[in-house]
Every structure is written in structure tokens, then in C-alpha cells.
Nanobody, 118 residues
Framework: QVRLVESGGGQVQAGGSLRLSCAASGRTFSNSVMGWFRQAPGKEREFVAEIRWRSARSYYADSVRGRFAISGDNAKNTTYLQMNSLKPEDTAVYFC???????????WGQGTQVTVSS
């Protein structure tokens, strides 16, 4: 059974940085996609970033491009989301998820809270 566990959330002032981690177990992720999503209060869950292990290519939402960076350590089955220049509108619960190379996201972590104060 695949399991994803996020960590690294917290509270930070605007302009600050946080690094989220997502530790995965139960499946080899070398041919998979790892992604980060977030959900703010009263809003729908939205895509933040993803990385494709096979090609090592990454993709970002327009709202975070240039400020966030997704990376991974295949040997540790861990994905990271480095978040810089944080804004109050980045406040949300952040979830990591995984998907097969071609297919929808099918496994989700429990989420970690990120709060950015102005």
C-alpha cells in the first residue's frame, strides 16, 4: 500500500521561506509523477507543482512559478517543495500526491498547514 507523509509546514511571515517534504513508501516512484497541491479555506484544491521522475521535468502553477521549486531524491523516495518569497495568499493546507506516468493522481498525503502572515 502506498503511503505519503508530508512535513515541514508551519507559520512564517510574508517574504519568508519554508521547505515541505513528502516521504513516500510502498511503491517504486522512478516511473511516477509526484505533485503538490494546496487548498485554502473556502476554496477548491489547486495544483501547485509536479515533477516527473523519468524525465526530471517539473511544472508549476503560474501563481508560484519563480518562487517555488519542486525537487526529489529518488533514493529516499522523498519529494520537496521549496517555497520562497511567501505571500499571505499562499496560506493553505498543502498536499503531496502521486500518479502513474500516464494517469490521474491516485494517492494523497494527509496535508500540512502553511500559514503566511502579513
Amino acid at each position: 500500500q502506498v503511503r505519503l507523509v508530508e512535513s515541514g509546514g508551519g507559520q512564517v511571515q510574508a517574504g519568508g521561506s519554508l521547505r515541505l517534504s513528502c516521504a513516500a513508501s510502498g511503491r517504486t516512484f522512478s516511473n511516477s509523477v509526484m505533485g503538490w497541491f494546496r487548498q485554502a479555506p473556502g476554496k477548491e484544491r489547486e495544483f501547485v507543482a509536479e515533477i516527473r521522475w523519468r524525465s526530471a521535468r517539473s511544472y508549476y502553477a503560474d501563481s508560484v512559478r519563480g518562487r517555488f521549486a519542486i525537487s526529489g531524491d529518488n533514493a529516499k523516495n522523498t519529494t520537496y517543495l521549496q517555497m520562497n518569497s511567501l505571500k499571505p495568499e499562499d496560506t493553505a493546507v498543502y498536499f503531496c500526491a502521486t500518479a502513474p506516468e500516464t494517469g490521474p493522481y491516485d494517492t494523497w498525503g494527509q496535508g500540512t498547514q502553511v500559514t503566511v502572515s502579513s
